[in-house]
C-alpha cells in the first residue's frame, strides 16, 4: 500500500545510490550547491546529516529495532541495502563514498492525507567513484531507466518489478534530487531554475542563523506549522483546535538526533520564525512533583505550564483563537481585573484522558492556586454575574463530597488562559487541596475525583514511575505522551488509509511507548529536549494464569448475597458484606474477620449503601429486603425508627439513595413488584407526590435521581413494559415523559452526560434488540436495531461499574456475542448456558474485564475485551463477583462467593 512503503526513508535508498552515481558518472558538475535550497518551504521536516549510512547502522543497532523490523517495509530497506553493500565489495566502501557529502531528507505534503520523501544529496568534488559502473552494470533484472525533460533538465526514471512507482531523480549542478513522486523533483527544479522563490531556508532562516550546518549524526529541522500539515493530513477531521493553533504559534526547532538507553532523544534549540520572544521563566522551587500526584493513570497526554505567573501565557498566546468579545470582556472585568490571575501560581496541568470507540474525549485542567475559597468565590460570582441570579442560586452537584458548579460559556479556560486548554463546551469546576479543577463534561470530573480519591494517579502508582521520571522540573513547559493510551485516540481520528495503518502496525508502533517534551528558558533561547521511550522486552505471550485464593472465610451456611464492598470510616480500608441462606447478615473486615452478624427475615435486594445518617462522620449501612428498608451501626445496631415497611403488601425490588445537595438529608427512592414508586425522607416516611407513584410496570433496574449541571433534576425510572419516565422531585411528570422505547425492555439503562439537555442521552436497549437513546427533552435521538439471531436470544446493556461506560450482550443459545457502543462486535464466546449473568468492570482504555458468571456450572470467567481469558482456569463462583483495581501494587483483586466460602484472588497485571 502507498501509504506505508512512504513512510520510512531507508526504503529506498539502493534507489537513491544507484541512480544517483549512473547521473554523477554522466552529469556531475563541480559547481558547489546546498541542497537545503531546493527544499520547498511545506516540508513537515526537515533532516540534514553527513554520514547517513552510520545513521542507519546506527538505527538498526537500537533494542528496539528488532520489533519494529516486523514491518515489511523496513525489511524490504534492509534488504536492499544488504544487496547494494554487496555491490560496494562489503568493506564499507558505501560508508565511505557518502561520509561527508550534505545528505538532506525531507517529508512533503503530495495530497489530501499522502506524504512523500524528497531525498538530495550534494556531492563535493574530488571522490572517488570507480565503483559506479559496477553499480550501472549491475542493475536489477526486468528494470530499466526512461529519460523526459522538465524546464530544460532531463529527469530520469528507474522502472522494475520490484517497485509499485517509478523512481525519478535528476542532477541539479552538484546536487542529486531523488523521489517517488516526480512532481517533488520537477519542485526542486523550479528552486533551482528560480532564486527569488520562497524555500524551506528562507522561510526559517532563523533556524540556519541558528544552527548553519549539521551536527552529531543530524539535526533535524522541524516548525509547528510542519507537525500541523502532517496530523491534519493523517486526520479525517479538520476541526482540530490544539493542532491549529500549535500550527499557529510558528516556532521551529533545530533538534540533534541521539540514541541512548531506551530513548531517541531530539536535542536543540527552539526559535520563533516571526522573531517574538517567549518567557518560559520559572519559579525557583516548583511544584511539579507536588502536581503530579493529581494527575490520572488514565492520562493519554498531560501539558505542564511551570511558570512563575499565568500572565507569561500572553507570550505565546494563540492569535488564531477567534474570542467572543462579549465573553472575553465579561472575563476581563469580573475575573482578571478582580484580582483573579493574582492567586494563581503559575503551575497548570492539562490532562487529556485515553478514549474508547467513539467517546468524548474527556479533559481536565489543573490550576494551582493559594487561595481556592476566594477563587472558587469569584468564579461563582462571574457565574451567577452570567444569569444576573443570587450567589446563592447557583446550581451546584456534589460528588465525593466535592461540590462541582459549571459555567456555561463555550471554551471557557481558552478565554482565561490567551487561547489556550481548548476544549470546553461547558467548565465544570471544584477546588481540592490547593487546585482549582476544571473539566470538560460532569463525567470527566467524576471519572477524575474518583481516580484521585483511589490514589489512581502518577504520584502513586509503581507503574506509571516513567511518566513521573518523564518530567523535568526545572522546565517551563512539559507534555508528556502515553502512547499506548493515547494510541486509541489517534486511532480514532486518522482517516481510513491511515487507520488501516495504525491499526495493522499497532504492536510495532506502541513499543515505542512514551514521548516526552520540555522546553527550558536559556539565556540563548529556549533549549528543547523531545524524547521518545521505548520498551526492549520483546513481546510477551501470554502463559496460562490459574488463580490460587490468597484469602478465605468459611461460614457453616451457604452464602446467598454479596460480597458487597464498603468503606470503613475510620481507616478507609475495604470491607465485605455477605448474606447466608439463613439470611444472617455478615461483615467481614479487610483481613476477613468478622466484625458483626445480624439476622434478616428475608433476602437482602439489590445493593448496599453507606449514610452518615447522624452527620458525625461515622457511616452506617442501608439496605432493603422485600418489605423492609434497614440501618445498622457499626457495631450491628439498628438505627432508632427502623427497620421500616413503606410499601405494605407489595415488594421491594429496588432500593437507590438519594442525596441532593450532598447535605445528609437522605431520600430512599423505592421500585416494587406492582410498578409503584416510593420516595421516602430520612426517617422513612413518605413523601407528598411519592406515595406511590405509580408507572404501571415494574421496573428493569432501580430508579435514580441524576443532577446534571446547567439541566437540574431528573427523577429517572425505566420500565419492564418500555416506557421511560422523567419526573421533578415532586414527582410531577416532565414535558414529553412517558416516552416509548418498545414494546419490552429487560435491561439497564446509562446515562451519557453532554452538558445540555438536548445533548445528554438515556441509553438502554429493548427486548427486540434495538438501541435508543433518548435525550432529556424526551426526544428520542438515536434508534440503531440490531441483528436478532433467534426468537429467543436476549439483549442487554451491561456498566461498568462506575456508570461510566458500557456494552451490549446478545445472549444466544450456545453463544454471547459482546458489542461495543456502536453496536459492533468486539468479541464472541461459545457457552452453552441459559442462566449467566454479565458484569463490565473498567479502570482506563487498556484496563478493562468483562464477567461471564455461570449459575448452573457455578463458574466465573474473567475476558480481556479482546475476548482472551484471563484465567485459564475459571473461577468457582456461585453469583456476582466484586473486583478492585490496585494502581499502588498493579494488581487486580477478586472477591467471590462459592458455597459457604468468601473467597479473595489477586490477579496481578
Known sequence: MRVIRILLITFILAGILGGGYYIYQKYYLFSKSSALDLIAPDAVFVFETDKPVFVWNQLMSQPFWERMSDMPSLQNAAKQLQHLDSLFGQDGEMEKTLRGNQFVLSMHPVGKEEFDFLYAIAIGPGADFEFLEKLESN??????????????????????????????????????????????????????????????????????????????????????????????????????????????SNIAANLELKFSDEKIIFDGLAVFVDGKEVNLSHPTQSQSKELNKFVSNRTAAYFNYNLQSPRQLKSIQDTGFQYKSTLKGDIDKNLVQRGFLEDL?????????????????????????????????????????????DLSLVPVDYYRDQEIFVVVAEEFPAHLFEGKFVGFPDTYITALNGYLIFANSSKAMK???????????????????NMLESMVNDAGFNMTVNIPKFYSSLVEISSPNWKAFFQKYAPQLTSIDLMALHVRQQDKGNRVNLEFGYNPQPIKTVSDVVLSENRSVQFDKLLVYGPRSIQNFVDRSTEFVVQDEDFVLHLLSSDGEPVFSFPLEEKITGAIYQVDYFKNGKLQLLFATSDKVYILDRLGNLVSGFPVNPVGDEQIIHLNLVDYNNDRDYRYFLSTDEGNLYLLDREGRGLDGWNPKSVNAALTTKPAHHRIAGVGDRMIALASDGQLYFFNR?????????????????????????????????VTITADGEIVHVNLQGEVAFRNQLERPDRESRFSLVKDQKDDRYLFTVHEFNKVSILNPEGKALFVLDIFSENLTFQYFSFGADRNIFVVVDRDQEFVYLYNLKGELLNSRPLGGTGTIDLRHSASQNEYVIYVREGNKFKEYKLPL
Open 730 to 762: 415532586r414527582g410531577e411528570g416532565e414535558l414529553g415523559s412517558p416516552i416509548r422505547l418498545g414494546t419490552g425492555i429487560e435491561s439497564d439503562y446509562i446515562l451519557v452526560e453532554r452538558g445540555s439537555a438536548r445533548d445528554t442521552r438515556v
Open 345 to 389: 501560581t503559575g503551575e497548570l496541568g492539562y490532562m487529556l484522558f485515553e478514549i474508547a470507540g467513539a467517546e468524548q474525549q474527556d479533559r481536565v485542567l489543573l490550576i494551582q492556586t493559594e487561595s481556592p475559597d476566594q477563587q472558587i468565590r469569584l468564579l461563582k460570582q462571574f457565574n451567577s454575574g452570567m444569569d444576573k441570579m
Open 447 to 465: 471519572v477524575y475525583l474518583d481516580d484521585y480519591f483511589n490514589d489512581n494517579t502518577w504520584g502513586k502508582t509503581v507503574a506509571f514511575k
Open 139 to 248: 542493475l536489477p533484472t526486468l528494470s530499466q531507466i526512461n529519460t523526459r525533460n522538465y524546464s530544460n533538465v532531463t529527469i530520469k526514471e528507474f522502472q522494475s518489478l520490484d517497485l509499485d512507482r517509478n523512481l525519478s531523480y535528476t542532477l541539479l549542478n552538484n546536487v542529486l534530487i531523488v523521489s517517488y513522486t516526480s512532481f517533488l523533483v520537477e519542485e526542486a527544479i523550479r528552486y533551482s531554475q528560480n532564486s527569488g522563490i520562497e524555500n524551506f531556508r528562507s522561510r526559517y532562516k532563523e533556524l540556519f542563523e541558528a544552527q548553519p550546518s549539521t551536527k552529531g549524526m543530524g539535526v533535524f529541522r522541524v516548525s509547528s506549522q510542519g507537525v500541523s500539515r502532517l496530523v491534519e493530513g493523517i486526520s479525517r477531521n479538520q476541526d482540530l483546535d490544539m493542532i491549529k493553533s500549535f500550527g499557529r
